[in-house]
C-alpha cells in the first residue's frame, strides 16, 4: 500500500469518562479521531483512536453516557483491522424472553479512517447477524439442531477491496466451523460472510453462509478433523485462520467471484499426531506476520514470517525454569502455494551474550510479532520477573539477522491488589491476561495529525509508567 505505515493496536479498549484526569475525550484537537454511534440497542457511546508509529502503542477508547459503570462497558472487543478500517464487537443482552433466557446480542462496528480536508473517523453499525448455527448430530437432517450464531474470539476477520475510494468493497468473515464432507475424507469450512461497500450506512449488506470446501492433502486431514482457531490475519487478498497448536492455516479469498479457502502447514517441529486439543496459550510463543521483504532483485515483496519461540523446559508460558533456555526460529514463506524457508535462528545464549549493556531482562520472550514494513525486526514482551510483586513488561525491539537488541522500551508496570492512576484498569487486566496485538497497515496520514496527538500518546505511556514507579 502506497503511503502508508502500521501499527500496533493494544487489544485493550480503554472506558474513559470526561471528568477524567488525563482523558483524551477532553481535548478533540489533540486527539480529532473519533466519532459517535448507538447499538441496536439504542445505547449510545462515543469512540477514539489515538494511533502511534511503533515501538509506540495505539490505542483505542470509548465513553459510555453512564461512566466506566457500564454494562455496555464490559462487552466490547476489538476484533481486527485491515488499511484503514479497524472491527470492533459489542456485546450485550437484550430483553428477558419467554424462554426465561436472556438473548444475546452481537453487532460489529467499522471504522473508517478518511482524510477530506483533516484526518477524521466515521463509524458504521453491520446489521445484526441473524443466520443460526446448524450442527448435525448424524446423517439425518431432523437430527440436526440449530442455535444462535456467536461470533467468538479470534475467528473473525477483516479485508479490505484493493481500491483506495469509499466505493471500494470490504468483507467481515467468521470461521464457524471445520468439518468433514459426509463420506469423503475431504474437510469443508463453514463461514459467515458480510461484504458491503466502504460507503455504506448501517444496516445496509447482509450476512451470508457459506461451505467450502478445502484444498488439502490426504495426509493433513486430521489436522483439519481437530481444528481450532487461535488467531486471524490478513495477507494480501486473504483472510487467514491459523492454529498454533497443531500448525495450519486455511487462507481464504473471500473477495473474489468464485472464493477459495487452502490449508497450508506451519514449519513446527512438535506437530501433534494424537486427536487431543490444543494446549492454550500458544500464542505466546508464536505468530504468523504479514510483512515486506527485499528481494536479491531489490523489490519489496509481500511475504509471511513464522516466528516461533521454543523453551527448553518444555513449559508452554511462564518465567524461564531455573538454567533453561530458549530459541527464536524464524520462517519466510513468499507464496502460499510455496514452501517456508528458516532464515534466523537465534539462542538466547548469543541474545544475551550481544547485549549485555542493553538491560535485556533474561527471560522469555513472548508474544512475537515481526514489522510491517521490515521482516528483520521483530518485537517482543518480555518481564523483568512474573514472580516478584512488583514486576515490569516492557516491548524488546530485535534486528533478527544481527541478533542486536535496537530498544528496550516499558510498556506497562504490574503491582498486587488494584494499582492507582490513569490506566489502573489496563495494569490490572495485564497482571492476569497478556495478549498480542493487532498489527495493520495504515495511511501515512494518521500518522502525520497534528503533533500534539503523537505527544498526547506519549504523554500518557510517560504518565502511566511515573504512575506504576517504572
Given at each position: 500500500?502506497?503511503?502508508?505505515?502500521?501499527?500496533m493496536?493494544?487489544?485493550?479498549?480503554?472506558?474513559?469518562?470526561d471528568?477524567?484526569e488525563?482523558?483524551p475525550?477532553?481535548?478533540?484537537?489533540?486527539?480529532?479521531?473519533?466519532?459517535?454511534?448507538?447499538?441496536s440497542?439504542?445505547s449510545?457511546f462515543?469512540?477514539?483512536?489515538?494511533?502511534?508509529?511503533?515501538?509506540a502503542?495505539?490505542?483505542?477508547y470509548m465513553?459510555?453516557?453512564?461512566?466506566?459503570?457500564?454494562?455496555?462497558?464490559?462487552?466490547?472487543?476489538?476484533?481486527?483491522?485491515?488499511?484503514?478500517?479497524?472491527?470492533?464487537?459489542?456485546?450485550?443482552?437484550?430483553?428477558?424472553?419467554?424462554?426465561?433466557?436472556?438473548?444475546?446480542?452481537?453487532?460489529?462496528?467499522?471504522c473508517v479512517?478518511?482524510?477530506?480536508?483533516k484526518?477524521?473517523?466515521?463509524?458504521?453499525?453491520?446489521?445484526?447477524c441473524?443466520?443460526?448455527?446448524?450442527?448435525?448430530?448424524?446423517?439425518?437432517?431432523?437430527?440436526?439442531?440449530?442455535?444462535?450464531?456467536?461470533?467468538?474470539p479470534?475467528?473473525?476477520?477483516?479485508?479490505?477491496?484493493h481500491?483506495?475510494?469509499?466505493?471500494?468493497?470490504?468483507?467481515?468473515?467468521?470461521?464457524?466451523?471445520?468439518?468433514?464432507?459426509?463420506?469423503?475424507?475431504?474437510?469443508?469450512?463453514?463461514v459467515c460472510?458480510?461484504?458491503?461497500?466502504?460507503?455504506?450506512?448501517?444496516?445496509?449488506?447482509?450476512?451470508?453462509?457459506?461451505?467450502?470446501?478445502?484444498?488439502h492433502k490426504?495426509?493433513e486431514?486430521?489436522?483439519?478433523?481437530?481444528?481450532?482457531?487461535?488467531?486471524?490475519?490478513?495477507?494480501?487478498?486473504y483472510?487467514c485462520?491459523?492454529?498454533?497448536?497443531?500448525g495450519?492455516?486455511?487462507?481464504?479469498?473471500?473477495?473474489?467471484?468464485?472464493p477459495?479457502?487452502?490449508?497450508?502447514?506451519l514449519?513446527?517441529?512438535?506437530?501433534?499426531?494424537?486427536?487431543?486439543?490444543?494446549?492454550?496459550?500458544?500464542?505466546?510463543?508464536?505468530?504468523?506476520c504479514?510483512t515486506?521483504?527485499?528481494?536479491?532483485?531489490?523489490r519489496?515483496?509481500?511475504v509471511?514470517?513464522?516466528?516461533?519461540v521454543?523453551?527448553?523446559?518444555?513449559?508452554?508460558f511462564g518465567?524461564?525454569?531455573?538454567g533453561?533456555?530458549?530459541?527464536?526460529?524464524?520462517?519466510?514463506?513468499?507464496?502460499?502455494?510455496g514452501?517456508?524457508?528458516?532464515?534466523?535462528?537465534?539462542?538466547?545464549?548469543?541474545?544475551?551474550?550481544?547485549n549485555?549493556?542493553?538491560?535485556?531482562?533474561?527471560?522469555?520472550?513472548?508474544?512475537?510479532?515481526?514489522?510491517m514494513?521490515?521482516?528483520?525486526?521483530?518485537?517482543?514482551?518480555?518481564?523483568?520477573?512474573?514472580?516478584?510483586?512488583?514486576?515490569?513488561?516492557?516491548?524488546?525491539?530485535?534486528?533478527?539477522?544481527?541478533?542486536?537488541?535496537?530498544?528496550?522500551?516499558?510498556?506497562?508496570?504490574?503491582?498486587e491488589?488494584?494499582?492507582?492512576?490513569p490506566?489502573?484498569?489496563?495494569?490490572?487486566?495485564?497482571?492476569h491476561l497478556?495478549?498480542?496485538?493487532?498489527?495493520?497497515?495504515?495511511?501515512?496520514?494518521?500518522?502525520?495529525?497534528?503533533?500534539?496527538v503523537?505527544?498526547l500518546?506519549?504523554?500518557?505511556?510517560?504518565?502511566?509508567v511515573?504512575?506504576?514507579d517504572?
Open positions: 500500500m502506497a503511503g502508508s505505515s502500521w501499527m493496536l493494544d487489544r485493550f479498549v480503554f472506558h474513559r469518562d471528568e477524567e488525563g482523558s475525550f477532553l481535548d478533540d484537537s489533540k486527539a480529532p479521531l473519533r466519532a459517535s454511534s448507538r447499538t440497542l439504542c449510545k462515543d469512540i477514539l483512536f489515538l494511533p502511534a508509529k511503533p515501538p502503542i495505539s490505542r483505542f465513553r459510555w453516557p453512564d461512566g466506566t459503570k457500564s454494562e455496555n462497558a464490559k462487552g466490547t472487543e476489538l476484533v481486527a483491522a485491515h488499511s484503514d478500517l479497524v472491527l470492533f464487537r459489542q456485546t450485550s443482552f437484550g430483553r428477558l424472553g419467554e424462554d426465561g433466557l436472556l438473548p444475546i446480542i452481537q453487532d460489529h462496528f467499522i479512517a478518511s482524510c477530506e480536508t484526518p477524521s473517523l466515521q463509524l458504521r453499525r453491520l446489521p445484526v441473524n443466520k443460526p448455527m446448524i450442527f448435525p448430530f448424524g446423517e439425518e437432517e431432523d437430527k440436526a439442531v440449530a442455535e444462535q450464531r456467536l461470533f467468538f479470534h475467528t473473525v476477520g477483516l479485508i479490505r477491496g481500491g483506495k475510494s469509499v466505493e471500494a468493497e470490504f468483507a467481515v468473515a467468521q470461521l464457524a466451523m471445520v468439518s468433514e464432507i459426509p463420506g469423503t475424507l475431504k474437510m469443508e469450512a463453514e460472510v458480510f461484504r458491503s461497500l466502504v460507503s455504506g450506512n448501517d444496516g445496509d449488506g447482509k450476512w451470508d453462509v457459506r461451505k467450502i470446501p478445502i484444498g490426504e495426509d486431514h486430521k489436522e483439519l478433523y481437530y481444528w481450532s482457531t487461535d488467531a486471524v490475519i490478513t495477507f494480501n487478498s483472510i485462520w491459523i492454529n498454533y497448536y497443531r495450519g492455516m486455511l487462507a481464504y479469498d473471500v473477495l473474489e467471484e468464485k477459495n479457502i487452502l490449508y497450508l502447514r514449519p513446527i517441529v512438535d506437530r501433534p499426531r494424537s486427536s487431543a486439543q490444543g494446549k492454550a496459550f500458544y500464542e505466546v510463543n508464536r505468530s504468523v504479514p515486506m521483504e527485499m528481494s536479491k532483485k531489490g519489496n515483496n509481500s509471511l514470517k513464522f516466528t516461533d521454543i523453551r527448553s523446559d518444555g513449559e508452554p518465567p524461564l525454569g531455573k533453561s533456555s530458549f530459541t527464536i526460529h524464524s520462517y519466510t514463506l513468499s507464496s502460499l502455494d514452501s517456508w524457508d528458516e532464515h534466523v535462528a537465534i539462542t538466547s545464549e548469543a541474545l544475551w551474550a550481544l549485555r549493556r542493553i538491560g535485556l531482562p533474561r527471560d522469555i520472550l513472548m508474544f512475537p510479532l515481526v514489522s514494513l521490515n521482516s528483520n525486526i521483530a518485537y517482543f514482551l518480555v518481564s523483568e520477573s512474573a514472580e516478584e510483586e512488583n514486576s515490569k513488561l516492557s516491548l524488546v525491539t530485535i534486528q533478527l539477522s544481527t541478533k542486536k537488541v535496537l530498544a528496550v522500551d516499558p510498556y506497562i508496570s504490574r503491582e491488589g488494584s494499582p492507582s492512576g490506566d489502573a484498569d489496563m495494569i490490572e487486566e495485564k497482571s497478556l495478549r498480542s496485538f493487532i498489527s495493520s497497515r495504515f495511511p501515512t496520514y494518521l500518522t502525520q495529525a497534528p503533533a500534539d503523537m505527544r500518546v506519549s504523554r500518557l505511556t510517560i504518565e502511566m511515573e504512575e506504576e517504572f
